[in-house]
């Protein structure tokens, strides 16, 4: 980790003093994590696409910005949360439905590729159905692996909140796909 926070720090130091190629490789060194958690929080690839450009852009502008007290990666996923809640609160003012695409990539955690492909859409409409803020504490912890500390970080919020939203928002994602039904599990216990 150590290593890898020089090395941005480094290509960071580069690109300001005008390394343009310094920019290159510490873009490729993170998309495919910027482009994951775009998909994860805005449900869309297209849409999970744009937000990615848009996100290296801003970082493209505001390089300049980043202090390096904290791991350039926490800053980076940062202004991508941001720039997937900017693209939300648009998205809420002109709403269209999205034609569902027919090629989404198989979950190859899943056993069979045939059920993944019919769980994904269940998922993604139930992380879609979230608040935003619960949408991206589960992102990042759940789906990314972020330790409470490094989400608390990114989403500028104590720890005690993304626990709270993490919390908050499995259950929901539980109860929208037919994981959790509380009166089933106490009648359970009741008879036991």
Known sequence: ????????????????????????????????????????????????????????????????????????????????????????????????????????PVDVAAGDEFTAVEIQPAIENALAALPDEFRAAVVLVDLHGFDLERAAEVLEVPVGTVKSRVYRARRKLATQLGNFAPSARHQTDETS
């Open 1 to 104: 980790m150590t290593d890898r926070r020089n090395l941005d720090i480094d290509l960071i130091d580069r690109f300001l003093n005008g390394d343009k190629g310094a920019f290159d490789t510490l873009m490729s060194a993170h998309e495919q994590r910027v482009f994951a958690i775009c998909l994860r929080t805005l449900g869309d690839r297209q849409a999970a696409l744009d937000a990615t450009q848009e996100t290296f852009i801003t970082v493209f502008r505001k390089a300049d910005r980043y202090n390096a007290t904290a791991a350039f990666s926490t800053w980076l996923y940062r202004v991508t949360v941001n720039t997937c809640y900017d693209y939300l609160r648009r998205q809420k003012r002109h709403r269209t439905e999205v034609l569902p695409e027919t090629h989404d």
